[in-house]
């Protein structure tokens, strides 16, 4: 089964298996500022390319400036929107990018689910910032590289702007709401950051339609169907009362863009709430996975969640 929280495509930067430069360096034609030069779409928003790089390649994490935005430095924790372009040090051609593909990429800054060349890297940049990374093997895939686009012991070089953060609070702090109805599964309402509970009703008939009930009702916008959303969950399928995916386990939030979520009572039982709040979702099989098996999930479930809207994008 995809898990939950990875429905969605992700780019070839993801993990695979320091301190900073200066931004000094000789330029020529082929190099600024000791990094390859961008040679077609040099401003912030625009699809770069790169020249191939000159002599030997850095050995330690190098951050360059390309242009500085003027929103918030991105701190630990924080999610980031992000374009991208990314090229090893002596190739010509990108081996992934985002430029052009209408959705930026979604990155927690810090949380080691990217390579370590971009946590280090983008740490500290401000939204709105053009920046060039020359990260070296030991901050990106290593020795093992990531074939077939990227070999072994490959200096990668990676043009990314920073096109909106937000920081993530540690859990929805919402105003409590009376959870009443007997039949309904019960949601924790801790605000600590630990795993919420979820509470199962033994020998009841789950609903045919779907639930969405606040837990926490939170005090920010509503959240509309443009949204990427921030979030924490807890899913159990109703039969049996079992943990099927929490992102606790992780300690780590997830981004859904909602125009690609592939779970349609998921999207649906997100879109209007407001940001701040923790929510119960009960999700029938017609607006879940159906008949299909998906994993531990059998098939014709209907499936149950504690969600935080933590933040939109």
């Known amino acids: 089964m995809r898990r939950l ?5 992700v780019p070839l930067l993801l993990l695979s298996t ?8 000789s330029d020529s034609a082929q190099m600024k500022n000791g990094a390859p030069a961008i040679t077609k779409g040099a401003e912030f928003g625009e699809t770069p390319t790169l020249s191939k790089g000159k002599g030997e390649p850095p050995k330690e994490l190098k951050v360059v400036t390309v242009k500085e935005g003027t929103g918030p430095a991105l701190k630990k924790g924080d999610i980031a929107q992000v374009n991208y372009y990314g090229q090893v040090w002596d190739g010509t051609e990108p081996f992934d990018q985002s430029f052009g593909k ?9 949380a ?10 983008l740490e500290g940049q401000k939204v709105g910032s053009r920046v060039e990374l020359v990260i070296p093997p030991d901050l990106g895939y290593g020795e093992q590289g990531s074939p077939p686009k990227i070999k072994g012991n490959a200096t990668l070089v990676f043009v990314v702007d920073i096109v909106k953060g937000a920081t993530v609070p540690a859990s929805a702090t919402g105003k409590e709401v009376a959870q009443d109805n007997k039949d309904l599964p019960k949601v924790g309402t801790n605000t600590d950051g630990k795993e919420v509970s979820v509470a199962v009703p033994k020998d009841v008939t789950p609903p045919a339609k779907l639930v969405s009930n606040y837990v926490l009702e939170g005090d920010g916008p509503a959240v509309t169907d443009k949204n990427s959303v921030v979030v924490k969950f807890h899913g159990k399928t109703w039969k049996d009362d079992k943990t099927f995916e929490s992102t606790y386990t992780s300690g780590q939030s997830v981004t859904w863009p909602l125009e690609q979520l592939q779970v349609k009572g998921l999207k649906d039982g997100i879109v209007g709430k407001k940001v701040g709040s923790r929510v119960l979702l009960v999700i029938p099989p017609d607006m879940g996975f159906g008949d299909k098996e998906q994993g531990t999930i059998p098939a014709n479930s209907t499936l149950v969640f504690s969600l935080d809207i933590l933040a939109v994008m």
Not at 5 to 9: E, I, K, N, P, T
Not at 18 to 25: H, K, L, R
């Open 5 to 9: 929280a990875g429905l969605l495509v």
């Open 112 to 121: 080691g689910a990217v390579i370590k060349g971009w946590d280090q890297g």
């Open 102 to 110: 209408g959705q930026p990429f979604d990155v927690t800054i810090g």
């Open 18 to 25: 320091a301190a900073c430069g200066d931004d000094s360096g």
